[in-house]
């Protein structure tokens, strides 16, 4: 009998196609069991013939696993999401992973991550990365119940969760002490609401904290987010005195140097600038970022190795990997060049 037009094939129909019964066609398919290779190469040669292709989520279910892999990115427009994906996406490819991502063209809040969550979990996904820094910790938590998880750009200490991540108050520290070398002693610090990002904030406290600690002056500038950099910078830096802005991201120093543009002050003449990333367009030389770069492409890759390791049981250990970032003595900051 023939198929029903549009009517996708199914391997009663492979096994219709290669003369063979419908278990030699699973077993073929599958993998699993013993098969002749004539009979291998008679069903293989069906299913192309027939366009048939694997339903892997049914696959999965009889299998105990999917292969597949869920990844909740906060912001894929932002550069850190954007280069984390790719890494993580080549790492899964080379353990036969595949990768579904849930994600925002915008700013994926709380409640929508936690949604988004869910969706993935329902997927039969074998494992979750999750990298959104403004996902706070106990929400993650009740997700362990189904799945094992890796947190990705952040330090976590929850029980049951592995998280991979470079250290943001050593880099914020770095940072300080960079300025401090160069003998800067009012720095302004443009620090992001802990609500917005939690790893934006704690590289931001732990440069308060070295400035302070040197016996120095740090300036607190409050920002929403690092979006709203330059409109702080913008209402904050007349009268101020600070010979030295502080970013929490690059995109926020380059919104730094456009508003001292804007003044007809540039840095390092007038103002040091720092930044924090240090990778993606604006790690070129050409722009020259006084940051700090974080590996963003070894916590992906790490983040997918450990997960995949949890699923296949070769590790059942909760880990805590700290990756080092290096500073990067870029030209936008210098000594003191203007009276203070």
């Not at 069906?46 to 989520?57: P, S």
Request: hydrophobic share 40%.
């Amino acid at each position: 009998m023939a198929r029903a037009r549009g009517k996708a094939p199914t391997i009663l129909d492979i096994a219709a196609e290669a003369g063979v019964s419908k278990s030699a066609v699973s077993r073929a398919l599958s993998g699993q069991g013993e098969v002749s290779a004539a009979t291998r190469d008679r069903v293989e040669r069906a299913a192309r013939k027939l366009g048939y292709v694997a339903n892997a989520m049914a696959r999965g279910l009889v299998a105990s696993q999917t292969k597949t892999v869920g990844v909740l990115l906060r912001d894929v427009t932002r550069p850190f999401y954007a280069w984390l994906q790719t890494a993580m996406q080549r790492a899964a490819e080379e353990r036969g992973y595949q990768i579904v991502t849930a994600t925002s063209a915008a700013d994926l809040g709380v409640a929508d991550a936690l949604r988004a969550l869910t969706s993935l979990v329902s997927l039969q996904v074998d494992g979750l990365v999750v990298s959104s820094a403004r996902l706070p910790s106990e929400e993650i938590v009740p997700f362990i119940e189904h799945v094992p998880i890796v947190v990705a750009g952040r330090r976590e200490t929850s029980r049951g969760i592995t998280s991979v991540f470079c250290d943001d108050a050593d880099g914020g520290a770095m940072l300080a002490d960079h300025l401090l070398q160069l003998g800067h002693g009012r720095i302004a610090v443009v620090l992001t609401d802990h609500s917005y990002s939690l790893s934006q904030y704690a590289r931001g406290i732990s440069m308060i904290e070295r400035i302070r600690a040197a016996g120095k002056t740090a300036v607190v500038w409050e920002a929403a987010s690092d979006r709203e950099a330059g409109q702080v910078i913008t209402d904050r830096i007349y009268g101020s005195g600070v010979t030295a802005i502080m970013c929490p991201t690059d995109s926020a120093a380059v919104d730094a140097l456009e508003v001292l543009r804007q003044r007809g002050e540039s840095a390092p003449e007038e103002y040091a600038v720092t930044g924090y990333d240090g990778f993606g367009p604006l790690a070129t030389p050409y722009l020259g970022l006084t940051t700090f770069r974080q590996p963003v492409e070894d916590i992906g890759r790490t983040s997918i190795e450990l997960l995949i390791d949890r699923i296949e049981g070769k590790t059942d250990q909760d880990r805590l990997v700290e990756l080092r970032g290096t500073l990067v003595e870029g030209r936008t900051a210098a000594g003191v060049r203007r009276p203070t």
